[in-house]
């Protein structure tokens, strides 16, 4: 039947998930503000980056359950970024080549 | 056959379920709230159309003396906003997208039915706001742009507040429409055996959701501006005017594709029916739907060739643009493909679908010569674009609009209209149409400008036959406009399926029940079985 | 030969299963949305962060990194006693959801009390948000991120009145959940502006 889901299993996460993502964010959190007080060049805004997405990826997976959704919604979720890369990409090259002609 | 105790169900159209103005503007009935965006739509349609004629009058000469050419910036402002932001953006989605939706897919409403409503008091809420602000007046275009949009005096910051509130209609009328195509098709009825009309709407539904908010933040940066004196379009302030362009367009183009892909899924369902025969290429058709959805992301640059962008990012975005022809060529061979060899049935609504063949074909083609950085150096701002807007637009989006409304008319309304009224309509319109458009190209490439008031004497004699073109047009959507409203007082009662189409709205009543469907159907096959036997 | 046989018999009645998944799908979707809207932001970051990254070393050095750091762990704490309060609901546990959600939009408003300092001490170097590009950004992305935090704190003080007056259970308890979405994208938005603006050297 089209209309009706494949998973309605629920599942619910337990407490002590939640608790040890918790701790997983404030580690990585600490790690990026550390990392920031000191000078390693490039590197400071790849970390910081990494780090964020890692952050932010455990948030969506975890929190907001998107492990266990199917395949429609992680297209939905995905895809915004997809465009986001777009435009920012896209922009910048424009930029870019402007200030330094190719 | 085992009878259920369930008992009979008297048929009550949906236009006689609940009476009374207050009803209608708290219903949740999708096929109402489709009749209150057609409503408003069409209102603004003539008021921008009424708005156009005033232009093409001024134009009629080379002169400004009919008015002055700051009232003539005024009067294209409000032409182009009313129209892009009030009848077409909106468009076939809301009115027809409302109405056929769930009833093609087997569902009782849409996934939403409170937001669905909520989307249409959004919708006024928003046009009322940007009239009352462009009327102030405003001179920007409906384009916007930095730096003049952010420092001039007219009331930019509630025009934009406007529009944003408009976008937010949008962006739910979206969220609604995908929603319902993903999670409320009736049993049986596969991805592969929905209308293409639906395939068309999921596309432009996934336009609506994700590249709106893109001009959302765009405007509320240039509310910024001008209140906040931040300064992101500003060069005084290391800003980038040409910023603003690249965000408005980033949602701007996927916008045109919002405006056209709908109208193609009409044209797909129409000329099945009136040909009497499947339509050819089902699958590439729908997916071609999607990956014109798709590149219209990759395109936006091309409106700003000229703007001041890289030659490096110019030459990328020229070359993403010819690939959206592709997509759109599919559907024009596969439509043709359908005709060949088919049992024509010239009814009115096939002679719209007909005409946006003919139509749409040379807009798209245009589209191509401006797509092509070499030559759009020349032809950018001139009435060349004006020309190809208008071929996609009207000669697109509007015949396939106009089909619609002749074509779902019965299934809507429960009546019928006068069809030879409606055929000799359709040649004022297609006549006055070409008259009016088609030698903009040829002022565009001898360099007319688009936006201005005045123009060279040498212009006079091909301004002057686009102005009468224009009177030709009014009076033929007049004429249509007569015909359709008097339709609906006509005594006789349309039938179930007038023009033996196999989809899922004409197995319902003309007008339908408010539940659409007795018993939500069981979907064996796909809608374009055309002249099999049975 | 016609599209559909209508001769099976199907009730119009929703399953609550099939709404509970209907709802949650259009808040993911809306959230997409979201993510676009301050996507812009974003990108204007990126390319004047390309133009001018002298500008951004020197005056990221202004924002205060402690209270940014603070208000980073408020949220990432209060994302946690969401979503706890989410499972606590689909176990049907009422009061530990309220107190949750009640720790969740205190959260919030301490978020916005740090913010609130954050932005007068700023005021009071007469910093504004027309000041420069990268503070124009800073101001943009936060304000428009700090109406988010409102909206979100008005949301869920909805579903914590519903809460309490017994509205939820096992059953149902699709609104605690989307209330809980909305305020992980809240949470999720600030993951990326506190290193973009504080911590980027």
Known sequence: MSSHSSSEEHHITSYKTYILIWILLMILTAITVYVSYVDVGIFNIVIAMSVASVKAAVVALFFMHLKFEDSITWGFALFPLALLALLIGMTILDTFTRLFPI | MANNTIAEHVYVPFLEEKKGLLSWLVTTDHKKIGILYLISISIFFTLGGIIALLMRFELLTPVADFVDPHTYNVLFTLHGSMMVFFFIVPGLAASFGNFLIPLMIGAPDVAFPKLNIGSWWIYLIGTVIVLIALLQPADTGWTFYTPYSATTDADVVLITFGVFVLGFSSILTGLNFIVTIHKMRAPGMTWHRLPLFIWASYATAILQLLATPVVGITLLLLIAERTLGVGFFDPDKGGDPVLFQNFFWFYSHPAVYIMIIPAMGVISEIIPVFARKPIFGYKAIAYSSLGIAFISFLVWAHHMFTAGISEVAATIFSFLTFLVAIPTAIKVFNWTATLYKGSIQLHSAMLYALGFLFLFAIGGLTGIFLGALASDIHLHDTYFVVAHMHYVMVGGTVMGFLGALHFWYPKWFGKMFNETVAKIAWFLIFIGFNVTFFPQFFLGVQGMPRRYATYPEEFESLMALSTYGSWILAVGLLLMTINLISGLFSKEKAPQNPYGSLSLEWQVPSPPPHENFEEIPHVTDWTYGYGKKS | ?201
């Not at chain 3, 990194?65 to 979503?83: D, H, K, P, Q, Y």
């Not at chain 3, 590009?133 to 909805?158: C, Q």
Request: charged residues 15%; neutral net charge; proline residues 2%.
């Open chain 3, 1 to 201: 030969m016609e599209q559909a046989s209508m001769d099976h018999t199907h009730g119009h009645e929703m399953d609550p299963r099939e709404a509970y998944g209907i709802s949650k799908f259009g808040m993911w979707l809306f959230l997409g949305t979201e993510v676009m809207l301050f996507g812009g932001l974003f990108a204007a970051y990126a390319i004047f962060r390309a133009k001018y990254p002298e500008m951004f070393l020197e005056e990221h050095k202004l924002l205060n990194r402690e209270m940014g750091a603070v208000n980073t762990c408020v949220l990432i704490f209060s994302s946690m006693t969401m979503a706890v309060g989410v499972t606590a609901i689909q176990r049907g546990k009422r009061k530990l959801t309220s107190l949750m959600l009640l720790i969740t939009i205190l959260c919030g408003l301490a978020f916005a009390v740090v913010k609130y300092f954050e932005y007068s001490a700023k005021f009071s170097h007469h910093i504004y948000p027309d000041t420069s590009i990268f503070f124009s950004l800073y101001f943009m992305l936060t304000g428009l991120h700090m109406l988010h935090v409102f909206i979100g704190i008005a949301i869920l003080s909805t579903v914590l009145v519903l809460t309490m007056k017994g509205k939820f259970n096992q059953k149902y308890s699709t609104p605690v959940e989307l209330g809980g979405l909305y305020w992980h994208l809240v949470d999720l938005i600030w993951i990326y502006l506190f290193p973009l603006l504080y911590l980027i050297g």
